[in-house]
């Protein structure tokens, strides 16, 4: 027992909440950001690489980023990517949040199996999805020859059923936190039912309404699997192009264009987050 | 229109029970005067709320009517209904400004916006917060908050206000002087109240009339100074104050007169007819203490003192005489002395009139 305490003593005094100082604690946030972020900045590196293969640094150009955007088979999937993109988003986050709020405000019968049904989609492999979506589509006889906005109809239809379940617990969640005495006073003080919900409820809503609606527009604009079932044979999406390219070889300009989808993504979470946070502080109270 | 004189709320036979179960108000009746400050008082759980909240119309009762301004409300919504009220969490809208907040009920009755701002400014002085219109709620202490919540609700000049708990969130200092101030303002407004609260010294502060509440059940309808002085069961003495029981055995003699034997306290006659288990109960700032036998038309008994607690003002001397629990006096500190001059474990008397003492048969 004194040789035990001894020893202890002669470590190095590290306290009880010092994790951080901690070696193995170093080493797994370490990993974990390596393994997060490795293959993005190398992606990134090599879109300034002046070089057609991705292999070794030849000097700094910008030239691969012009050429992407004089692409313009590659600029009109991204045109078509980001239509689809807020036609999504849109449509799904105001189903989301009519679900959300049907399931938070009413009792009625099979109301659990309602809510579970809605959130199933999200567990499905998306390739069940994607079959199930073309099947649909050729069975009921979507035509596949429409112009232009409309022909983007089947993948926006096929986005929406998979990305509104997300935004739809993300909003539930949010109501969570709603005290129903907000909603009661507002109707003690003469409101309707619905203007209750515009009123009060909505502005509750908000931070997760932000939230479903970058979920969508996320999950619509890099979704690989379910557009690739459901395209016409004239449309092409953002992902699938850039499949096709790197069929060939993996070209800087594809790199290229992959940088400005990350940039894009990240300005509009950014928007996001400021957004939520702003609401967060009016909604504390 | 209702006659004037007719009650402002009339409840007649109401139940409440819950889809799950619990049946959490059985057939109470009540009116609510107009004018008046009337509060419903019981322990937590009793039905309070419940009653309240069918009061405007957020549960429909399971059975019996509810008449307000004559009116049956039986198929009134919440939003048509001649009454507002105060939530226990003051429910204030946190993303509208407080001048937002107090005159929403005026927007949606479509009012122009210049009456809005003055009635708004009017509300806002009327609860002491004139000068914190533009602030957000999150800006606002919790006292601040409820003077909006209140502001809010009498801004479309309702016939009866309702409170749930309205002081519960308080603390204690606060709490006192918005005990005052609600019944100034109801002075002021000239509105019918009823507050709903667990705290019997908040009920009889404030109200004119208290209806006390067991599991569900109205146990006395009273003013104050009637439900400290004559509760009509043992729960409302009990939970009005502090009170003094003695067990005992009733005989009515047949001429007006009832004999109650208790083991401490021997024979005792008092008027009334009754029979079987009764308790005798005082309250303790009537019990008498000394340390000669008192003498005249007393109850009284010997024991010793098992506890003295000083409050400055006065003292609890507790008086171990045998019964299931020592024998609470209070005794003011009138003079400036060291206490009351009483040492545990000396052998006192406790005495009182047999006018101060309750005969509870229920
Ligand atoms: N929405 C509800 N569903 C089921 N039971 C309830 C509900 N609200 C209250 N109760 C029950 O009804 C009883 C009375 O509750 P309440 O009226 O809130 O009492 P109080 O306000 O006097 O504390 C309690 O037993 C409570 O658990
Ligand atoms: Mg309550």
Redesign the interface.
């Given at each position: 027992m004194a040789l035990l305490s001894r020893l202890r003593a002669r470590r190095e005094p590290i306290g009880p909440l010092d994790y951080y100082r901690k070696l193995w604690l170093r080493l797994i946030m370490i990993g974990t950001l390596i393994f997060l972020y490795g293959p993005i900045s190398t992606l990134i590196a090599f879109s300034f690489n002046d070089s057609r293969r991705n292999i070794v640094w030849r000097g700094f150009t910008l030239k691969y980023y012009e050429k992407a955007l004089e692409n313009d088979e590659l600029i009109e999937a991204f045109t078509n990517s980001l239509t689809i993109a807020f036609f999504t988003t849109i449509v799904s986050v105001i189903l989301a949040a009519l679900a959300a709020y049907v399931l938070w405000r009413f009792r009625f019968p099979f109301k659990a199996a309602y809510e579970g049904a809605v959130a199933l989609p999200i567990v499905i492999p998306e390739i069940c999805m994607g079959v199930a979506m073309m099947a649909f589509f050729a069975r009921i006889g979507w035509p596949s020859d429409l112009p232009w906005p409309l022909s983007l109809s089947q993948i926006t239809i096929a986005h929406i059923a998979f990305s509104f379940p997300f935004a739809a617990i993300v909003i539930r969640a949010r109501l969570e936190s709603f005290?129903r005495?907000?909603g009661?006073?507002?109707?003690?003080?003469?409101?309707?039912e619905a203007?209750v919900f515009w009123?009060?409820v909505v502005?509750?809503m908000k931070p997760g309404l932000i939230a479903g609606a970058l979920l969508s527009f996320t999950l619509s604009l890099d979704d690989f699997v379910i557009t690739f079932f459901t395209a016409g044979p004239n449309t092409v999406t953002f992902p699938v192009k850039v499949y096709s390219m790197v069929r060939f070889s993996v070209t800087p300009e594809v790199n290229a264009a992959s940088t400005i989808l990350i940039g894009l993504t990240l300005v509009l979470t950014a928007i996001a987050l400021r957004l939520q946070n702003r609401n967060n502080?009016?909604?504390?109270? | 229109m209702a006659d004037m004189q007719d009650p402002i709320i009339r409840i007649e036979n109401i139940c409440k029970t819950y889809p799950g179960g619990v049946q959490a108000v059985n057939n109470v009746s009540l009116n609510v005067n107009r004018g008046e400050f009337f509060a419903l008082l019981g322990p937590s759980g009793c039905g309070k709320t419940t009653l309240l909240r069918m009061m405007a119309g957020f549960e429909i009762p399971t059975s019996g009517t509810l008449l307000i301004d004559g009116q049956n409300m039986a198929d009134v919504q919440p939003n048509k209904r001649p009454v507002n009220m105060v939530f226990q969490s003051y429910a204030v809208f946190p993303h509208m400004s407080v001048a937002q907040n107090v005159g929403y009920g005026l927007k949606i009755e479509g009012r122009p916006k210049k009456e809005i701002a003055e009635r708004v400014q009017e509300a806002l002085d009327l609860v002491k917060l004139g000068h914190l219109g533009g602030r957000m709620p999150d800006e606002l202490s919790g006292g601040q908050r409820q003077r909006v919540a209140l502001a809010r609700a009498l801004i479309k000049r309702p016939s009866v206000l309702l409170l749930d708990e309205p002081l519960s969130a308080l603390d204690a200092k606060l709490r006192e002087a918005m005990q005052i101030e609600l019944v100034r303002l109801q002075k002021t407004v000239g509105i019918t109240f009823v507050i709903v609260t667990h705290d019997q010294d908040e009920a009889l502060s404030m109200a004119n009339r208290i209806a006390v509440m067991e599991q569900g059940v109205v146990k006395q309808i009273a003013g104050p100074a009637e439900l400290y002085e004559s509760p009509n069961c043992r729960f409302v003495a009990d939970f009005i104050g502090k009170i003094n029981l003695f067990d005992g055995q009733a005989k009515a003699n047949g001429n007006g007169k009832t004999l109650v034997e208790t083991p401490v306290l021997g024979k005792v006659e008092f008027g009334g007819d009754a029979n079987g288990p009764v308790s005798l109960g005082v309250r303790p700032e009537k019990v008498r203490v000394s340390r000669e036998k008192p003498s005249g038309n007393l109850l009284a008994a010997q024991g010793p003192v098992t506890d003295i607690a000083y409050y400055g003002g006065y003292s609890k001397v507790f008086v171990d005489i045998g019964a299931k629990e020592p024998v609470l006096a209070d005794i003011t500190n009138a003079e400036r002395s060291m206490g009351p001059g009483f040492e545990n474990g000396e052998k006192l008397w406790v005495s009182w009139r047999a006018e101060d003492t309750l005969v509870l048969t229920s």
């Amino acid at each position: 027992m004194a040789l035990l305490s001894r020893l202890r003593a002669r470590r190095e005094p590290i306290g009880p909440l010092d994790y951080y100082r901690k070696l193995w604690l170093r080493l797994i946030m370490i990993g974990t950001l390596i393994f997060l972020y490795g293959p993005i900045s190398t992606l990134i590196a090599f879109s300034f690489n002046d070089s057609r293969r991705n292999i070794v640094w030849r000097g700094f150009t910008l030239k691969y980023y012009e050429k992407a955007l004089e692409n313009d088979e590659l600029i009109e999937a991204f045109t078509n990517s980001l239509t689809i993109a807020f036609f999504t988003t849109i449509v799904s986050v105001i189903l989301a949040a009519l679900a959300a709020y049907v399931l938070w405000r009413f009792r009625f019968p099979f109301k659990a199996a309602y809510e579970g049904a809605v959130a199933l989609p999200i567990v499905i492999p998306e390739i069940c999805m994607g079959v199930a979506m073309m099947a649909f589509f050729a069975r009921i006889g979507w035509p596949s020859d429409l112009p232009w906005p409309l022909s983007l109809s089947q993948i926006t239809i096929a986005h929406i059923a998979f990305s509104f379940p997300f935004a739809a617990i993300v909003i539930r969640a949010r109501l969570e936190s709603f005290n129903r005495e907000l909603g009661e006073s507002a109707r003690d003080l003469g409101a309707s039912e619905a203007r209750v919900f515009w009123d009060i409820v909505v502005p509750h809503m908000k931070p997760g309404l932000i939230a479903g609606a970058l979920l969508s527009f996320t999950l619509s604009l890099d979704d690989f699997v379910i557009t690739f079932f459901t395209a016409g044979p004239n449309t092409v999406t953002f992902p699938v192009k850039v499949y096709s390219m790197v069929r060939f070889s993996v070209t800087p300009e594809v790199n290229a264009a992959s940088t400005i989808l990350i940039g894009l993504t990240l300005v509009l979470t950014a928007i996001a987050l400021r957004l939520q946070n702003r609401n967060n502080m009016n909604m504390q109270a | 229109m209702a006659d004037m004189q007719d009650p402002i709320i009339r409840i007649e036979n109401i139940c409440k029970t819950y889809p799950g179960g619990v049946q959490a108000v059985n057939n109470v009746s009540l009116n609510v005067n107009r004018g008046e400050f009337f509060a419903l008082l019981g322990p937590s759980g009793c039905g309070k709320t419940t009653l309240l909240r069918m009061m405007a119309g957020f549960e429909i009762p399971t059975s019996g009517t509810l008449l307000i301004d004559g009116q049956n409300m039986a198929d009134v919504q919440p939003n048509k209904r001649p009454v507002n009220m105060v939530f226990q969490s003051y429910a204030v809208f946190p993303h509208m400004s407080v001048a937002q907040n107090v005159g929403y009920g005026l927007k949606i009755e479509g009012r122009p916006k210049k009456e809005i701002a003055e009635r708004v400014q009017e509300a806002l002085d009327l609860v002491k917060l004139g000068h914190l219109g533009g602030r957000m709620p999150d800006e606002l202490s919790g006292g601040q908050r409820q003077r909006v919540a209140l502001a809010r609700a009498l801004i479309k000049r309702p016939s009866v206000l309702l409170l749930d708990e309205p002081l519960s969130a308080l603390d204690a200092k606060l709490r006192e002087a918005m005990q005052i101030e609600l019944v100034r303002l109801q002075k002021t407004v000239g509105i019918t109240f009823v507050i709903v609260t667990h705290d019997q010294d908040e009920a009889l502060s404030m109200a004119n009339r208290i209806a006390v509440m067991e599991q569900g059940v109205v146990k006395q309808i009273a003013g104050p100074a009637e439900l400290y002085e004559s509760p009509n069961c043992r729960f409302v003495a009990d939970f009005i104050g502090k009170i003094n029981l003695f067990d005992g055995q009733a005989k009515a003699n047949g001429n007006g007169k009832t004999l109650v034997e208790t083991p401490v306290l021997g024979k005792v006659e008092f008027g009334g007819d009754a029979n079987g288990p009764v308790s005798l109960g005082v309250r303790p700032e009537k019990v008498r203490v000394s340390r000669e036998k008192p003498s005249g038309n007393l109850l009284a008994a010997q024991g010793p003192v098992t506890d003295i607690a000083y409050y400055g003002g006065y003292s609890k001397v507790f008086v171990d005489i045998g019964a299931k629990e020592p024998v609470l006096a209070d005794i003011t500190n009138a003079e400036r002395s060291m206490g009351p001059g009483f040492e545990n474990g000396e052998k006192l008397w406790v005495s009182w009139r047999a006018e101060d003492t309750l005969v509870l048969t229920s």
